[in-house]
């Protein structure tokens, strides 16, 4: 290798689109900022500053997506590295707002005895002096703000993405700060560090295999963009075993990041490990970045072979569905039982993703896949985060209260508490005049529209094994007895306070009406190649 | 923006509710009158509005806003004779329930207030999907009404009282949801056509395919034969009807119930004309099924509200029939049926609930010569149980007799089945009264007390309309027809013999 000379070529420097790019580029800024101010600033001042760092950087960026959302930017940018079109614009909308939420939740102290969510210290053995310690003087991690503007910016680059390298970068960058606040839980840190590992430890596998998949479909097509490979196809060059199997490959990746059945093990574990606000903003956050990042992959590169996949969607998504639902019964901890309604969720979604109904394609006028993905992504991202808040507040000595046997009786403790996280449930199972009844409602006629009519009979089915679990909350929380050691309800600092406030607003209003932001999906037209 | 008749009669309950949840906890009396105060002028607004109704058709009251415009959903509300006959149905019953229930949730778990507040809700619901002209509109406010009757279940009744709400949510849930598959059919068949729209007006209008038309039927009537309660999908309702408190029961089976047969006509028939014919063999012997085994199953009772609960269920049987019938005196029988089975099962009940109050416990095997101890239960309890099982005279019997009469015409030996239906009720509602209320005096009875003036307030507007309405039936006949003329049309069917008249014939 020593003796290779290259070809001399000029350089060319390559041409970025610092306009559009701009969100993206605001939040990797504040992150880096994050750290430095980590290593800088006296510790006294980092809680404020790196709040105040985070908050500032999210609305910046949203303000700059909201003026490219009205400008109607689409473009190819970054060398066709990044597409900033409109489902992508919307998505980071979503998640910059829903991140706000849940930094919000990050920054609560005032339900430990002036503490966060978040181990003192990391590092120090459970258990040990050293944890002690660090608790008594009131150390914190506030590298959390920075870890969380890193994943958040990944999952905005990960929605984006028009190149296969993009897109495993992206996953990465938004997954291993994701693996680290997993692992950053105050109590219970056994759990919490088992499901960092796992976390870890599977998501490196799923991310294996991503990588032999983009390897296979680089093989098959010479080209990593998404539009390349599209182009490819269209050729009908031969080669479909490679073209299948790393289909096959990139969607195992890519399903195991949404949560989707046989690759959803991961969920229940670090759902229930992770410190609760983070769990709030990976069920929303992670979910939105990578469904959005496979409908873009399996709808621009690979729409040419969609008979071939379908299939493929259509077993997962029913096994999604089937398994997310009825597993979820036997739940008795609230947070796990919340993962495999995630799960659940997930099938849902994939329904709209298998019925490629698309704008333009003739047969229909209606309601769009992207429109109606887009649309769930929104509702359900809201009310999981506020679902997730409510469970903050649940506590005991030892930390929240999970177990869902400790929530009986809560509606006599706390009517109002109860009510909102009734409401947030019956959302989830899609009761009319909530969030998620228009959500599903939208799925299922996207779904229908591209034929999928079978998916919406078993998922309107496992609906109903979901509302038995939901419903079954209800009844503890309302029709059960108020035991003598029932835990207390939290009172909530303002953060968790406007969490919870936003996600029911959104439900509520979602629910009622939902005609904007629908316009707005619908406005965000199709993904652009 | 001028607030219709109808967002009117929708939005005062909900406001009672607000107004009756706002009253301090101290106050409980203050709170049931808010709420019976608030029911009480939805009455007279619905009095106002049937009567403007009779006088000047149905236009007035129709009010259409654009919803969701990506969904193709309005907010549509109108009136036509079924509907306004239920809405009636539910202004009416809702302040007599309120009365009857007066101390019926005081001392539970859950304030009384809720109670009465979970009550108003329900009217308001009920009221908009009797009246809801847009299938998204119908289907978003028939899910939520789930809710209100949820909470008056699982809260407040007896022991089993969240076994029974869980089990009735589901099974509405069941059916709810296959009609949700349906719903979303008819959006994108809607999409297809052009611009999406759920108005009834626009619905009609598409050209359905056979098979799918069939499916979406299936969707829609499995649902409401779910909610109606048909056999074999009916388990939930005496289980819910058992162990709720009898307001709650009145509600359900008085007015929630009339959803599952008002949907069979506007919706089934309405939307799926040719499915429905289609399918009316079938439905017709499930129909048969309900009155006989409801009847039969009613007679082995030990538990009264259950017997009243699988009386229902026969009955309902009938008001299917006399729909699938598909003849006009059938249809207008159905409709009189849900409004006179609405008044009788609500006479029952509230009866039903005085007597077990009174001893606390629901075993027919506990009661024994009540009519030697409190005469005015006693009797009142013969009149309502007289006016279901039909006695001539009686407003049952005029929408029974019509049921059968118009059945005949075009199915013979489901209609002579029948019959044995009407013969079964006399001798569950007779057995009932021999064993509770004649006889000797049982123990624990002794010192009954009879009807207080609160509880014969509730009862008397009943027995006044069931005897009114028996000897003169005419002007609800008079509102139901043109409504039934045009679901006819719709259909596509004429009667047989039209040299019988329908309002004349039986008078």
């Not at chain 2, 309702?237 to 929630?256: C, N, R, W």
């Amino acid at each position: 290798m020593i003796g290779l000379i290259l070809p001399a070529a000029d350089f060319v420097a390559p041409k970025i689109e610092y306009t559009e790019l701009m969100p993206m580029l605001v939040v990797f800024g504040a992150a880096c900022v994050g750290v430095i101010a980590e290593a800088f600033l006296p510790r006294a001042l980092r809680h404020v500053a790196q709040l105040a760092i985070t908050v500032v950087a999210i609305l910046a960026a949203g303000v700059l997506t909201g003026l490219l959302i009205n400008d109607n930017k689409e473009l190819i940018a970054a060398q066709g590295a990044i597409a900033v079109d409109g489902p992508a614009l919307f998505t980071w909308m979503i998640l910059l707002a829903l991140t706000l939420i849940s930094v919000l939740l990050f920054a609560e102290r005032s339900l430990d005895g002036g503490l966060s969510a978040f181990a003192s210290q990391a590092a120090a053995v459970p258990g040990s002096e050293a944890e002690r310690e660090g608790t008594a003087a009131r150390i914190e991690h506030t590298e959390i703000f920075p870890l969380t503007l890193f994943a958040v910016g990944g999952m905005m680059l990960f929605a984006s993405a028009n190149d296969l390298l993009v897109l495993f970068v992206a996953l990465e960058v938004f997954s291993l700060p994701l693996y680290l606040l997993c692992g950053l839980a105050r109590r219970r840190r056994l759990i919490s560090q088992e499901a960092a590992m796992k976390y870890f430890l599977l998501g490196a596998f799923a991310s294996a295999f991503l990588l032999f998949g983009i390897a296979l479909l680089y093989g098959y097509a010479g080209t990593m963009s998404l539009g390349g490979i599209a182009d490819t196809l269209g050729k009908n060059t031969g080669g479909e075993t490679i073209l299948l199997a790393g289909t096959g490959l990139v969607g195992v990746g890519l399903l195991f990041k949404v949560g989707a059945v046989p690759f959803h093990n991961w969920t229940p574990d670090v759902y229930q490990g992770a410190p609760t606000p983070v769990t709030g903003f990976m069920a929303a956050c992670t979910k939105i970045a990578a469904f959005i990042g496979l409908m873009r992959v399996f709808y621009v590169a690979l729409g040419g072979t969609r008979w071939d996949w379908a299939p493929m969607m259509w077993v997962v998504a029913i096994l999604t569905m089937v398994v997310g639902s009825i597993v979820a019964i036997t739940q008795t901890d609230v947070k796990r039982m919340l993962a495999y309604s995630s799960i659940a969720h997930a099938g849902f979604l994939l329904t709209a993703f298998v019925g490629l109904a698309q704008a333009g394609s003739g047969v229909h006028n209606g309601i769009t896949s992207t429109q109606a993905v887009l649309f769930y992504l929104v509702s359900y991202g809201f009310s999981t985060i506020g679902a997730f808040a409510v469970i903050t507040l649940v506590r005991d000595a030892s930390g929240e209260a999970t177990h869902l046997s400790r929530w009986a009786g809560l509606g006599k403790k706390s009517p109002l508490l109860a009510g909102i996280f009734a409401f947030f449930l019956l959302s989830f199972a899609g009761i009319p005049l909530t969030a998620g009844f228009t959500g599903k409602w939208a799925v299922f006629s996207a779904a229908w529209s591209g034929g999928a009519w079978p998916l919406v009979v078993v998922a309107v089915l496992s609906s109903l094994v979901a509302a038995f679990f939901y419903v079954r909350v209800i009844v503890l929380m309302f029709f059960s007895d108020l035991p003598a050691d029932a835990p207390d309800v939290a009172l909530p600092g303002w953060q968790t306070t406007t969490a919870v406030a936003l996600g029911l607003a959104a439900t509520v209003v979602l629910g009622l009406v939902p005609g904007p932001v629908l316009d707005l999906a619908a406005r965000a037209g199709e993904f652009i190649r | 923006m001028k607030i219709g008749w109808l967002t009117l009669l929708l939005l005062l309950p909900l406001v009672g509710a607000l107004g009756t949840m706002a009253v301090p906890k101290a106050k409980a009396l203050l709170s049931k009158q808010v709420a019976l105060g608030f029911s009480l002028v939805t009455l007279v607004l619905t009095a106002i509005v049937a009567v403007g109704y009779h006088q000047n058709g149905a236009e007035k009251y129709n009010e259409t806003h654009t919803w969701i415009k990506a969904f193709g959903a309005n907010y549509a509300l109108g009136l036509d004779g079924v509907g306004i006959i239920l809405v009636v149905l539910t202004a009416l019953l809702t302040p007599i329930v309120i009365i009857a229930s007066w101390n019926d949730a005081d001392g539970g778990r859950w304030s009384s207030k809720s109670f009465f507040a979970w009550i108003l809700v329900l009217e308001a619901l009920s009221i908009g999907v009797f009246s809801a002209t847009d299938v998204f509109l119908f289907y978003v406010l028939f899910e939520a009404t789930l809710i209100p009757m949820y909470f008056l279940i699982g809260g407040f009744g007896g022991p089993q009282r969240s076994y029974a709400a869980v089990k009735f949510l589901l099974y509405s849930l069941l059916g709810g949801l296959l009609m949700l598959a349906s719903v979303v059919g008819l959006y994108v068949l809607s999409a297809r056509a052009g611009d999406p729209s759920y108005l009834l007006t626009d619905l009609i209008k598409l050209d359905i395919s056979q098979n799918t038309e069939r499916w979406l039927f299936l969707g829609f009537f499995f649902a409401f034969a779910v909610k109606a309660p048909m056999v074999p999908f009916h388990t939930w309702l005496p289980d819910a009807a058992g162990e709720a408190t009898p307001g709650t029961s009145v509600l359900l089976v008085g007015i929630l119930d009339k959803i599952g047969t008002f949907g069979m006509i506007r919706f089934c028939l309405g939307l799926f004309p040719e499915a429905s014919k289609w399918a009316t063999p079938v439905v017709l012997v499930l129909a048969l099924i309900s009155v006989l085994y409801g009847a039969l199953v009613a007679i082995g009772q030990t538990d009264i509200k259950r017997l009243i609960a699988y009386t229902s269920i026969s009955h309902f049987g009938f008001i299917v029939m006399g729909i699938f019938a598909l003849t006009s005196q059938g249809l207008t029988g159905s409709t009189l049926y849900m409004f006179n089975h609405g008044l009788s099962t609500a006479a029952l009940f509230l009866v039903a609930g005085y007597l077990i109050s009174r001893r606390g416990s629901a075993r027919i095997a506990d009661y024994g010569g009540v009519e030697k101890v409190a005469p005015v239960l006693a009797g009142t309890f013969l009149f309502a149980g007289l006016s279901s099982l039909a006695l001539p005279g009686l407003s049952p019997f005029i929408s029974e007799f019509m049921v059968i009469a118009g059945t005949f015409s075009n199915h013979k030996v489901i209609a002579v089945i029948a019959v044995f239906g009407i013969v079964l009720a006399a001798l569950y509602i007779l057995l009932m009264y021999q064993r509770t209320m004649t006889g000797p005096v049982r123990e624990g009875i002794e010192k009954l007390k009879d009807l207080n003036k609160r509880e014969i307030l509730a009862i008397v507007p009943l027995v006044v309309l069931i005897i009114g309405l028996g000897i003169f039936p005419k002007p609800i006949v008079d509102i139901i027809k043109p409504a039934v003329e045009s679901t006819m049309q719709r259909v596509g069917v004429t009667d047989k013999a039209p040299e019988i008249p329908v309002t004349e014939g039986q008078k």
